[in-house]
T-cell receptor, first 113, second 112 residues
Framework: DAKTTQPTSMDCAEGRAANLPCNHS???????VYWYRQIHSQGPQYIIHGLKNNETNEMASLIITEDRKSSTLILPHATLRDTAVYYCIVRVASGGSNYKLTFGKGTLLTVNP | DAGVTQSPTHLIKTRGQHVTLRCSPISGHKSVSWYQQVLGQGPQFIFQ???????GRGNFPDRFSARQFPNYSSELNVNALLLGDSALYLCASSLEVFQPQHFGDGTRLSIL
């Protein structure tokens, strides 16, 4: 699995957009980019995933660069409840023997009032 | 719809004992995965099961075992518990093995 690099921590003002970057320069053509978050004392929560096109759902938007070497998770209007550790993960899309998620240390996003 | 449910939520054991953790996937999900999360780190992959077959195993000793039942629920067993096994054990389910995994809130295991 490709490794990812994320900032250790970020701050964001409540109501503003939170933009969380992730580098995955060794990603291969059949690997998806996944984003999860983990609020203290809870299990990780799936947010969004994508292969090469930008994706949007009710929680967030995922912007993947054309060369696929980096991506940005965007929370359009951050709230205090978005304070969490955000994990960027690359995972094989198909053809694998298993589809494990390899978590790094993630980014601690703190949303301030 | 109910999410992934795990039981028990908390458990205290002593060294050398055995433990069984249980997981019920989201209805209709056929794949279950197990992860271990020690304090301050991200979850680490232990096992993945699909249609009762083991599809993958992480770098954990043979003291760790698991199985998946015909109703797609799963058990994680750990024998000869060590202090280092103290962690949050997470179960995740997915509709098919290659689709997004959805996590439960885990079982907090403490070894004394």
């Amino acid at each position: 699995d490709a490794k990812t690099t994320q900032p250790t921590s970020m701050d964001c003002a409540e109501g503003r957009a939170a933009n969380l970057p992730c580098n995955h320069s060794t990603i291969s053509g059949n690997e998806y980019v996944y984003w999860y978050r983990q609020i203290h004392s809870q299990g990780p929560q799936y947010i969004i995933h994508g292969l090469k096109n930008n994706e949007t759902n009710e929680m967030a938007s995922l912007i993947i660069t054309e060369d696929r070497k980096s991506s940005t998770l965007i929370l359009p209007h951050a709230t205090l409840r978005d304070t969490a550790v955000y994990y960027c993960i690359v995972r094989v899309a198909s053809g694998g023997s298993n589809y494990k998620l390899t978590f790094g240390k993630g980014t601690l996003l703190t949303v301030n009032p | 719809d109910a999410g992934v449910t795990q039981s028990p939520t908390h458990l205290i054991k002593t060294r050398g004992q055995h433990v069984t953790l249980r997981c019920s996937p989201i209805s209709g999900h056929k794949s279950v995965s197990w992860y271990q999360q020690v304090l301050g780190q991200g979850p680490q992959f232990i096992f993945q099961y699909y249609e009762k077959e083991e599809r993958g195993r992480g770098n954990f000793p043979d003291r760790f075992s698991a199985r998946q039942f015909p109703n797609y629920s799963s058990e994680l067993n750990v024998n000869a518990l060590l202090l280092g096994d103290s962690a949050l054990y997470l179960c995740a389910s997915s509709l098919e093995v290659f689709q997004p995994q959805h996590f439960g809130d885990g079982t907090r295991l403490s070894i004394l």
